[in-house]
């Protein structure tokens, strides 16, 4: 969708944009435990594969149930084009890097996105506001300081692995909104059946790597690992990615990335009353820098 189709920015945020920043912020900041207690029966691109596959499904007979349109060539050539780079590269290198690098290096490159995002949007003519600019510089300095003392040992392979991701997810994100590097325009089908098909196409180029990498899940799964599976089917893609895909095409892109400075301070929550962590004070403050660098956000938004 190009910029020129988009609606005009509006002075208050409205309630569908805050309940969509609202799972982002939340729902995504529950999905890395989820990802990781999940990889003890399913293979990073099994898992991610059988993941969205199924929320596709579900979502595409949804749309179908409420009498939308099947999406034509051009629209499935979209969607394979960035279930390739958000899905493929994003959620599956992601969980690729889990299994070899420590949380607070995903953290780190996580945080990256918008910095990342507004690069790719450049040659669009865009640049982020000042106080956008503010919040983006103030995010990464509070996850820099969060990530202080976690281990950052990471294979090589690790780390290539979360470089591809959020360099595949930023340019996704971009050219979803503005259209490829050259005027053409990227356009999934309208609403849910256009989430559906990327979901599905997305899924389907995962599960095809899942086969040339030669992936055996766990079967029958642990207990704890299905019932992960299934939040990331429900709340990571069913409501999460919807969430994301919507405010990519209602919000300015910082705001819709403003998500990866609020999941490391989720993360953190779960990790001191799910996984037992202890937090000292400059993970509070750290926090409370996120925070400010949130509402920085979201001023710029206006």
Not at 25 to 36: D, E, H, M, N, Q
Not at 86 to 106: D, E, K, N, R, W
Not at 275 to 298: K, P, Q, R, Y
């Amino acid at each position: 969708m190009s910029s020129a189709t988009l609606p005009a920015p509006a002075t208050r945020l409205s309630p569908l944009i805050l309940a969509c920043l609202g799972a982002t912020w939340f729902v995504w900041g529950s999905t890395y435990l989820a990802i990781k207690w999940a990889l003890v029966s399913f293979p990073p691109f099994f898992q991610m594969g059988t993941r969205f596959v199924a929320a596709g499904l579900v979502l595409g007979l949804f749309a179908h149930w409420r009498g939308a349109a099947w999406p034509t060539r051009e629209q499935w050539t979209s969607a394979f084009v960035l279930g390739a780079l958000m899905l493929g590269c994003g959620y599956g290198a992601t969980a690729f890097a889990q299994q070899s690098i420590s949380s607070g290096l995903v953290v780190a490159f996580i945080a990256v996105v918008p910095a990342v995002v507004a690069l790719f949007e450049l040659p669009y003519g865009l640049r982020p506001s000042r106080l956008e600019t503010a919040g983006i510089t103030l995010g990464l300095a509070g996850i820099v300081l969060l990530t202080q003392g976690e281990g950052f040992g990471a294979s090589g392979g690790g780390l290539l692995a979360m470089a591809l991701a959020c360099t595949g997810w930023c340019a996704g994100s971009v050219w979803a909104k503005h259209g490829l590097p050259g005027g053409r325009k990227l356009e999934l089908a309208p609403g849910a059946a256009g989430y559906a098909s990327q979901m599905l196409a997305g899924g389907l180029l995962l599960l095809a790597l899942s086969w040339g990498a030669g992936e055996q899940p766990t079967l029958p799964p642990d207990a704890r690992s299905f019932a992960c599976w299934v939040y990331l089917v429900v709340a990571g893609s069913l409501i999460g990615f919807s969430a994301y895909m919507l405010l990519l095409q209602r919000a300015s892109t910082a705001l819709a990335s403003s998500y990866t400075f609020v999941n490391p301070v989720i993360a953190m929550v779960l990790g001191v009353t799910v996984g037992g962590e202890v937090v000292g004070g400059g993970e509070m403050l750290a926090a409370g820098i996120v925070t400010a660098s949130v509402v920085l956000l979201l001023a710029g938004r206006r």
